[in-house]
């Protein structure tokens, strides 16, 4: 790991952690709504939140190529996609 990547390691809030553990696979919205018990509108935020910090991954179905493409930027609505963690927010999780 180089020193930039420890640098972005901060400590996880306890629904952050629920929320990286949950995406070792990758999940729907509606999946992680269920699978972490957690509130939609906080979900939504958090999922924000660890987008922006490089630990999660916001995927969206692309029907021409047939598999799922990952988004450069992050979206107004998050209800459609899938996630997964990134290498980062693994480690991430696995250090907290």
């Known amino acids: 790991m180089t020193e930039q990547e420890r640098s972005k390691i901060r400590p996880l809030s306890k629904h952050e952690e629920e929320i990286l553990e949950a995406l070792h696979f990758m999940l729907s919205f509606d999946d992680l ?17 660890l987008m922006r910090d490089e630990l999660v991954q916001a995927l969206k179905w692309h029907a021409e190529k047939n598999d799922f493409i990952a988004l450069d930027t992050i979206p107004d609505e998050l209800r459609c996609l899938h996630f997964l963690a990134t290498k980062h927010g693994l480690f991430s999780y696995h250090t907290s």
Do not use: P
Not at 33 to 49: C, G, M, S
């Open 33 to 49: 709504v269920q699978e972490t018990n957690i509130n939609e509108q906080v979900l939504d935020k958090l999922l924000r939140a």
